[in-house]
């Protein structure tokens, strides 16, 4: 069983940066895609960004392209989230998310395994 926890979120004034972190233990996190989404109050989850188990590629939806970024690290089971020139529209519950087969989606119901989500809210 697959365990992941978020941390890193927060209240964060427009323009600002947070980095948000995801623990994971219980499998094998170097085979694992892995994935960042978001839902704010309101509206469905969405795909933020992802990253292939090397962390050699890496994907994000065009509302973060360019402000976010996500990394990985193997050694320490992690990957991260750096956001930075944050709006009031990233305002959301950010949940973390690993693909065990290891191939990097941007659809949420393709991921096998979800952390509890961390509240990230950006105030204008």
Do not use: H
């Not at 939806?61 to 020139?85: E, W």
Request: hydrophobic share 35%; net charge neutral.
């Amino acid at each position: 069983q697959v365990q992941l926890v978020e941390s890193g979120g927060g209240l964060v004034q427009a323009g600002g940066s947070l980095r948000l972190s995801c623990a994971a233990s219980g499998g094998t996190f170097s085979r694992y895609a892995m994935g960042w989404f978001r839902q704010a109050p309101g509206k469905e989850r969405e795909f933020v960004a992802a990253i292939t188990w090397s962390g050699g590629s890496t994907y994000y939806a065009d509302s973060v392209k360019g402000r976010f970024t996500i990394s990985r690290d193997n050694a320490k089971n992690t990957v991260y989230l750096q956001m930075n020139s944050l709006k009031p529209e990233d305002t959301a519950v950010y949940y973390c998310a690993a693909e065990i087969s290891g191939w990097v989606s941007k659809l949420g119901y393709e991921y096998d395994y979800w952390g509890q989500g961390t509240q990230v809210t950006v105030s204008s």
